[in-house]
């Protein structure tokens, strides 16, 4: 139990263009959602929690406009990166947490490159 | 500012070998404490968990890590390491306190084992 998958797991698209990650929780329902990015052979860095129905929160430093995040429904969130740059190339994690939980089930991740 | 201290970034053991990562965090009051492990090209996996009650916890593979409040930490350990527990090891907290309740990842340790 406990499944988050992520779509899609990579990703190559051209500097300017926007590009749309999915995250679900395919067997129980996420209240709360979370983003991460991850550099290579960095740390998880939390970009922004997203609660059902809601707008998201960002982290300090992390644009609201050019990450937006949907969070429409108990099972899915999305992740848009509008008009992207090769900066943004970084792999993208979900996170996915039931209300009243403590505990984080995490997607596989997508592998965004932009050229 | 809240903050997970992970001490070693980059630890190489051969097989049977003793294992022990640090982990130190800055939150006061209470706090849910993860060790997770990516495995290379894989996503990440709770290796086990503590929120309250006997400080030391196993975990699966044969790990487990001891909380100690008074020095704010949680190492891992594990007795005998082997060739396919080389991978990343994140230490990773979520605090309470004042409705803070983000995750947050110390920087990572990556462990080689050597055959």
């Known amino acids: 139990g406990a499944v988050v998958s992520q779509h899609p797991s990579w990703v190559i698209c051209k500097s300017g263009t926007s590009v749309k990650i999915e995250c679900r929780s395919l067997?129980?329902?996420?209240?709360?959602m979370f983003w991460y990015r991850q550099f290579p052979k960095q740390s998880l860095m939390l970009m922004a929690t997203s609660n059902e129905g809601s707008k998201a929160t960002y982290e300090q430093g992390v644009e609201k406009d050019k990450f937006l995040i949907n969070h429409a429904s108990l099972t899915l969130s999305t992740l848009t990166v509008t008009s992207a740059h090769p900066e943004d190339s970084s792999f993208y994690i979900c996170?996915?947490?039931?209300?009243?939980?403590?505990?984080?089930?995490f997607g596989p991740g997508t592998r965004l490159t932009v050229t | 500012a809240q903050s997970v201290s992970q001490h070693n970034h980059h630890v190489i053991l051969s097989e049977a070998a003793s294992l022990e990562l640090g982990c130190n965090y800055s939150y006061g009051g209470t706090v849910n404490l993860f060790w997770y492990v990516q495995y290379p090209g894989q996503h990440l996996q709770l290796l086990l968990k503590?929120?309250?009650?006997?400080?030391l916890v196993k975990g699966i593979k044969g790990f487990e890590a001891e909380f100690i409040k008074s020095k704010f930490s949680f190492n891992l350990r594990k007795p005998s390491v082997q060739w396919s527990d080389t991978a990343e090891y994140f230490c990773?907290?979520?605090?309470?306190?004042?409705?803070?309740?983000?995750?947050?990842f110390g920087a990572g340790t990556r462990l080689a084992v050597h055959p």
């Open positions: 067997d129980f329902q996420a209240t709360t």
């Open positions: 996170s996915a947490m039931t209300g009243g939980g403590y505990e984080q089930y």
């Open positions: 503590y929120f309250s009650g006997d400080p």
């Open positions: 990773a907290v979520k605090s309470f306190s004042g409705g803070y309740n983000k995750l947050i």
